[in-house]
């Protein structure tokens, strides 16, 4: 997921969504891998990493909602 309009790709086109520039949140990236979610909060340099399968479930679930509203790039 990215801002619309970015193109700056390093994989196909294809693999990436458009967000509105008033939903996509450029100043933190979410990561979640098994059961962790990381969070980048790139202002305060800091990384925040939470133990849990309930937070890892409603960010992947955060995730797939969003992927299907945003936009393929074109």
């Known amino acids: ?31 979640v891998f098994g059961n962790k979610v990381a969070i980048m909060l790139w202002k305060e340099s800091m990384l925040l990493i939470i133990d849990s399968p309930e937070a890892a479930k409603a960010e992947k679930e955060r995730f797939e909602i969003l992927w299907e509203q945003a936009e393929i790039p074109q």
């Open 1 to 31: 997921l990215t801002k619309h309009g970015d193109r700056n790709f390093i994989a196909p086109k294809e693999w990436y969504r458009w967000l509105p520039e008033d939903v996509y949140n450029y100043t933190t990236m979410t990561f």
